[in-house]
């Protein structure tokens, strides 16, 4: 089980704030492979970015949804009261990354670990809490080591509820509401959050990452077609949760072991999102190219596509778009271990800083790396021997974008 990141000191506002906090021992550049701050050195505060109803098996009850934000750069506790940071013309990139847990069990701290390495780089991230909870029905029956509790975790041998009349693609749908409603929240307080909204990135783990590349290339018209009673039952994905209605373009997608319904809706300018993506080759659970998820030999949920046709249809339907596929022999998560103690786990965060900080920078590099070893036998040092990190493509300094404010 990872350990959860013990809270950092909250400051009180009132009014106005004025972000004067020192933020000391600072070198070289962020937004790279290494840390250019300490775990000390991060603020974490919980908000409640939304307030939903139709939850699994209630249509009624109201859950107030929290997200957890992390930042080198010192957090409102009032979200409501406006922040002026000094040095305020250097803002952060963000990033949303949503946990895993086969939509019907997990919670924000799981990931807590891959936050902490992303704004130890220079990032504001946040980690959002989703609605979760559906019905299995045959998957009792055909589907192996895919039953939860409403604990925090995976339970492989709990008997799975049946007979229950919500489904996975309600509980799909509901996710997408929820990572829509944080980033609205996101986009609307971005100044107070010293965030810079050309640089909003979404990523995900497993069930995190098909909610994130959902996010990425579907909208509603394209989900109407995919679950059609969602829309009627559910709501519209793009205004459920909050009052926010503010416009956001993302910038890159973080797709670790996700997929999508089918690739032929990826097709509009608008679904153009730069991806950085890693897949186990022998994934049961979210196949790495086309097959029936879940481990459901009877087809239960229909077929699904993973990341390898995701790469394709990216590179055939927008060339010159930045795209990398990383590929290792391995089952569900490769390399999902705590990156603050894992070298291997560390290495998909390296490469998404490094692959955001490129394409920032006007790099359209196209790359699809196959391992041909098994995740469990390969070394960090091999990793690197197959694909380097590479951070530099003119390369954004430091300076530019975090608050460094000396009292």
Same mark, same amino acid.
């Given at each position: 089980?990872?350990?959860?990141i ?41 908000y409640?970015?939304? #307030? ?10 109201k ?23 000094? $040095?305020?013309?250097?803002?952060? =990139? ?5 946990h ?19 704004a ?12 979760l909870?559906?019905?299995? !029905? ?8 895919f039953?939860?509790? !409403?604990?925090c975790?995976?339970v492989?041998?709990? =008997? ?12 799909v749908y509901?996710?997408?509401?929820d ?17 810079? &909204? ?9 069930? !995190?990452?098909?909610t994130?590349v $959902?996010?990425?290339?579907?909208n @509603?018209k394209?989900l109407?077609?995919?679950? =059609?009673?969602?829309?009627a &039952?559910l ?27 089918d690739?032929?809706y990826i ?11 890693f897949h !186990? ?20 949920y229909g077929?699904? #596509? ?15 778009? =930045?795209?990398e ?24 965060? @390296? &490469? ?12 359209k590099? @196209? ?13 960090y040092?091999?990793?690197? &021997? ?10 954004? @300094? ?9 009292n």
């Open positions: 089980m990872r350990k959860r013990v809270s950092a000191v909250m400051l009180l506002f009132i009014g106005s704030t004025v972000m004067s906090q020192s933020i000391a021992n600072v070198s070289g550049n962020c937004f790279k492979e290494d840390s250019c701050f300490a775990s000390s050195q991060i603020y974490k505060t919980d409640i970015f939304s #307030t939903v109803k139709n939850t699994y098996l209630s249509a009624r009850g859950v107030d949804l929290y997200m957890t934000v992390y930042s080198a750069a010192p957090l409102p506790k009032n979200i409501q009261k406006k922040t002026i940071f000094a $040095n305020g013309k250097y803002k952060q =990139p963000f990033i949303l990354l949503i895993g847990g086969g939509f019907r069990a997990g919670c924000r701290t799981l990931i807590a670990n891959e936050c902490m390495e992303f130890k780089r220079g990032y504001v991230v946040a980690a959002i809490d989703y609605r909870g559906w019905a299995p !029905g045959d998957d009792k029956k055909y589907c192996k080591g039953c939860f509790d !409403g604990a975790g995976l492989l041998n709990s =008997p799975c509820r049946v007979g229950l009349s919500d489904s996975l693609d309600f509980a509901r996710s997408i509401q990572a829509d409603a944080a980033m609205r929240y996101i986009a609307h307080y971005a100044d107070n959050f010293n965030i810079d &909204k050309r640089y909003l990135y979404v990523g995900g783990y497993s069930a !995190g990452a098909i994130a $959902n996010l990425s290339y579907m @509603q394209d109407n077609a995919v679950i =059609p009673k969602a829309k &039952k709501g519209l994905y793009n205004t459920y949760g909050n009052s926010f209605t503010d416009k956001y373009k993302i910038a890159g997608l973080f797709n670790n072991w996700g997929g999508i319904k690739t032929a097709k509009a300018t608008g679904d153009k999102v730069p991806m950085i993506a !186990g080759i022998d994934d049961s659970i979210v196949p790495l190219e086309k097959d029936y998820p879940f481990n459901c030999i009877n087809g239960a077929s699904f #596509t993973g990341s390898k046709l995701i790469y394709e249809r990216l590179i055939h339907k927008f060339p010159g778009i =930045p795209v596929l990383y590929v290792t022999y391995g089952k569900h998560g490769i390399f999902d271990e705590n990156p603050s103690t894992d070298r291997k786990a560390l290495y998909r965060i @390296q &490469k998404a800083v490094c692959f955001f900080n490129r394409v920032r920078n006007g790099d590099t @196209q790359k699809f790396i196959e391992i041909d070893k098994n995740e469990d036998d390969i070394t040092d091999e990793l690197i &021997k197959a694909s380097p990190v590479e951070c530099d493509a003119g390369g954004l @300094q430091q300076k530019q974008y975090v608050p460094i404010a000396l």
